[in-house]
């Protein structure tokens, strides 16, 4: 994220910090004449220091203790201080006439937190609404409408629920953000003999494609467990049958809970910073994409579409996110059914379908969600 948050540095909040948070300015002289937050500004604001030296000014008799001290050393030879953000040189774009008359420097971790936090919140309101409006326009099959277990009102209640839960997810990712930030990963930029070249780029693609897709299989489950269903993943299966506006319309906590293997990944395996860029995109392109009613694939190996409209419709089957292979493993694959793939299909042969959909689909719901259903689906039956 150091590469996106110089971009907005440059180009905005340098000029912003400098105008709201002035050296000389009214907030600075008041600390300047407060001495407690005068300590704050010195140990906090004008954070220059590694963790390493910060750490061990402020607590001596903490790191005496063996155990402490361990942890402690682990995690001062893990964070590549050589890649704190606003402490080493800029990639791509100069230092501005603005960077240093802020008090709230570019390696201050306040400032980075309020930045990354709204940098990745606009971020990601403009690439929910612009790819699910396009997958709506262009790719979305409408006959979803007339499905009796579509909500009334369901784009709206889609859009409202996504729209609220955005910054929150945010919220609850800024500190994962921030460790990165302070060189807590194997995120680099450079590609040379040392980080593996450009063939241990390509790998990276399907390494993290099966890492993160084995992390969000077994998170997944877990969402499913009654009580943490009820708890945190109901809302997401508010939706039998989705639209693409769907995509994000989780409880925030559940949305956060299964963006973590996105975050691990390059805190385990090195990943160049572009192409964590480009994976957090479509990682949300994907998210999309499966929810578009859309049924172009049906290999057996990616869990596509038809594999995630299976899940919204039978709750307990295809937790994947990428492929089947986990769900196959822990025997909680199933097939598609072959009418979803029927192009061109006439009315009645989808009124049958669909009847035959909501018989299986309500008995499974019984038993996950109980008998009273608090939905109000378009149809009554």
């Known amino acids: 994220m150091d590469l ?18 002035p050296k000389g300015g009214v907030v600075d002289q008041f600390i300047q004449n407060n001495p407690l937050l005068l300590n704050v500004k010195s140990n906090f604001v004008n954070y ?30 893990y ?44 971020f990601g309101w403009l690439l929910y609404f612009s790819v699910a409006s396009l997958s709506y326009y262009f790719v979305f099959d409408k006959k979803i409408f007339n499905h009796p277990r579509y909500l009334k009102n369901q784009i709206w209640l889609e ?8 910054p929150v997810m945010v919220l609850l990712t800024t500190p994962v953000f921030l460790m990165e930030l302070r060189g807590f990963s194997y995120l680099y930029y450079d590609i040379n003999e040392s980080t593996g070249g450009w063939s241990a780029l390509w790998w ?34 508010k939706w039998i049958v989705c639209t693409p506006f769907a995509s994000h319309a989780f409880h925030p906590v559940d949305g956060f809970f299964q963006s973590i293997p996105y975050h691990i990944y390059p805190m385990v395996f090195p990943l160049h910073k572009v192409l964590y860029l480009f994976l957090f995109t479509f990682v949300n392109f994907w998210t999309v994409m499966i929810h578009d009613g859309q049924y172009l694939s049906n290999d057996p190996f990616v869990n596509g579409t038809a594999c995630h409209t299976v899940h919204h419709l039978y ?24 009418s979803l793939f029927v192009k061109d299909s ?23 969600e109980g008998k009273t259903d608090d939905r109000e689906y378009i149809s009554k039956d």
Request: hydrophobic letters at 40%; a negative charge.
């Open 159 to 166: 859009i409202e629920r996504a729209t609220t839960a955005i």
């Open 315 to 338: 709750f307990n089957y295809n937790y994947g996110q990428f492929t089947t292979l986990w769900d196959r493993i822990g025997g909680s694959y199933r097939r598609p059914d072959d």
């Open 346 to 368: 006439k009315k009645d042969q989808d009124e049958k379908v669909w009847k035959q959909q909501v018989v299986q689909m309500e008995e499974i719901r019984n038993e996950l």
């Open 204 to 237: 990276q693609i399907p390494k993290f494609i099966l890492f993160t897709d084995c992390g969000i299989y077994f998170i997944h489950r877990w969402l499913h467990w009654p009580s943490v269903y009820k708890a945190l993943h109901k809302p997401h299966h």
């Open 48 to 77: 220059k220091d590694s963790f390493n030296g910060t750490l061990t000014s402020a607590a001596p008799t903490l790191l005496a203790n063996p155990i402490i001290s361990s942890i402690y050393n682990s995690v001062v030879n």
């Open 79 to 122: 964070q590549n201080q050589d890649e704190i953000y606003g402490l080493k040189p800029t990639t791509f774009f100069d230092v501005t006439s603005y960077t240093e008359q802020s008090i709230l420097s570019r390696s201050n971790i306040l400032r980075e937190g309020v930045s990354i936090f709204i940098v990745t919140a606009i």
């Open 4 to 21: 996106v948050l110089e971009a907005a540095d440059h180009f905005v909040f340098d000029k912003a910090y400098a105008q709201l948070l």
